[in-house]
């Protein structure tokens, strides 16, 4: 079983940047990839990121420029770096886990990011 957790999520004014942190813990076999998610009151959840594990990331493409995704080796713990953040980027940001052989999906509880003046 696997236990992902967000953490990160804050009130943010327009401009301003939010690092999201998904950690991924328990008695697993090795994580193939994380995807971060985004849900908006009343729309639909929608990728935003992913990384795998030899490294390779990819962007939404209406976020490329302004979000960034990164991992540590293992890939326990993937980062979402979100800079230039605007109010419609206000949502609960999930992530995804996925692991390896089993391709067994585990999703955190998310984290809220709210950008408002």
């Known amino acids: 079983q696997v236990k992902v957790v967000e953490s990160g999520g804050d009130l943010v004014q327009p401009g301003e940047s939010l690092r999201l942190s998904c950690a991924a813990s328990g008695n697993h076999v090795s994580i193939y990839l994380m995807n971060w998610y985004r849900q908006a009151p009343g729309k639909q959840r929608e990728l935003v990121a992913t990384?795998?594990?030899?490294?390779?990331?990819n962007i939404a493409d209406f976020l490329k420029g302004r979000f960034t995704v990164s991992g540590d080796n293992a890939l326990n713990t993937s980062y979402l770096q979100m800079d230039s953040l605007k109010p419609e980027d206000t949502a609960v940001y999930y992530c995804?886990?996925?692991?390896?052989?089993?391709?067994?999906?585990?999703w955190g509880q998310g984290t809220q990011v709210t950008v408002s003046s």
């Open positions: 995804k886990a996925i692991l390896h052989y089993t391709g067994e999906e585990f």
């Open positions: 990384i795998t594990s030899s490294g390779d990331t």
